[in-house]
Structures are given as structure tokens and as C-alpha cells.
């Protein structure tokens, strides 16, 4: 009968089914270790590479994640200096200040206001030179008019308080007293900084 073929007597194959679980353990045990050999060989070459993207991609997700500024969340660019609101003033070509100016001797180190990843470090016609940074929950941080940046570059990675560049009057703020714009963008609009900032105590 087919039946017993297919299910022999356990008395009978006992020896054989045993050995065979025992080679097939042997055989598992060896592809495993030829397996692990093989990344050993491959992977240093790889790893480096492989892992700053990794990291960098993890902390993308992580800064998505966070939550998006708060009122009196964000230590301010500049400290020690005066905040005023200027957000919404009158700009020239019908423009209106998407920002704040922080004013300060030329030269004084700006702080990143978040944690972040820099996405670019650059010239353009209205800001100068300028570093906007990605942060928390995705929001764009804006910094314009520097004398000079920071030893930084698209793609870093920086912390709260970390130095991004100094203050100056390029860009279309060439010949007035020196300040930092501060912008941040939530999901593509401006919105005023003035009331994410923490004002200096005094
Ligand atoms: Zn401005």
C-alpha cells in the first residue's frame, strides 16, 4: 500500500531520519558559515559608504518625526542680541519681510536655532550668502546676509548652537548695518519667527 511507503515503520528508519537531520544541520551549519565568511570578505568595503547613508537617512526620518517649533521653543540665532518683530514689513518690488533681522557686530558667530541637516550652503541675489538648514518636523531654517560661513556643507549634520556662519550685510543688504535674516518655512510658507524665538532676559 501507498500509506506505507510513504510513513515506514518508526523502528525500521529511525537510524537513517536521525542521521539524516544531522547532516542537514551540518549542511545548514556550513552554507552559514560560508555565508558569513563571505560578508567578513565584502563588507569592509562596502560598510562606510553604506553606513553614512544609512545614518543619514535615519536621521532624516528622525527629524520628520520631531515636533515642529513651538512658541519661545527656539533659542535665537544671536543670544545676546535684541529681538525685534519685524515680520511682515514693507519690502521694495511690493515684497513683504518674511523674517526677522537680528542685528549685530560684523562678524559675531550665528547659531543654528535647531538641530538639522544643511541643505544648502550658498550665494543667492536678495539673501547673499546664505545656510538654510532642514529641522524638527521638516521645517526650513533661513539664515541670510553673512559675512562668511561656518566650516559646514550640504548634507551635515548640525546641533542646536552650533556656529553655521557670521554675521555681515551681503546680498541686497550690502551698505546697511549688519545683521542676520532669520526665516523658517513650514511646509513651504513663511511664518514668523519672532514668537518661536526665546528673547534674551533684560
Ligand atoms: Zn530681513
Excluded at 34 to 59: C, E, G, R
Excluded at 102 to 128: D, H, M
Excluded at 147 to 168: H, R
Amino acid at each position: 500500500m501507498l500509506a506505507d511507503d510513504n510513513n515506514p515503520q518508526p523502528n525500521s528508519n529511525s537510524k537513517p531520519t536521525f542521521l539524516r537531520r544531522v547532516f542537514s544541520v551540518f549542511i545548514k551549519a556550513a552554507v552559514l558559515l560560508m555565508l558569513l565568511f563571505i560578508f567578513d570578505k565584502l563588507l569592509p568595503s562596502i560598510s562606510q559608504q553604506t553606513q553614512s547613508f544609512v545614518m543619514a537617512k535615519w536621521q532624516q526620518l528622525s527629524l520628520l518625526q520631531q515636533e515642529l517649533p513651538t512658541e519661545n521653543s527656539l533659542p535665537s540665532p544671536l543670544p545676546a542680541q535684541h529681538l525685534t518683530d519685524t515680520w511682515g514689513a514693507a519690502r521694495s518690488q511690493g515684497r513683504s519681510h518674511e523674517g526677522i533681522d537680528i542685528f549685530a557686530k560684523r562678524g559675531t558667530p550665528i547659531q543654528a536655532t535647531t538641530q538639522g541637516i544643511v541643505s544648502k550652503v550658498g550665494e543667492n541675489t536678495l539673501g547673499g550668502r546664505v545656510v538654510f538648514i532642514i529641522g524638527p518636523g521638516g521645517a526650513g531654517h533661513y539664515y541670510a546676509h553673512l559675512e562668511d560661513y561656518a566650516d559646514i556643507s550640504p548634507n551635515d549634520w548640525v546641533n542646536t548652537g552650533d556656529i553655521i556662519g557670521y554675521v555681515g550685510d551681503s546680498g541686497n543688504a550690502k551698505g546697511t548695518p549688519p545683521h542676520v535674516h532669520y526665516g523658517i518655512y513650514i511646509n513651504g510658507s513663511a511664518v514668523n519667527p519672532y514668537p518661536l524665538l526665546q528673547k534674551p532676559e533684560s
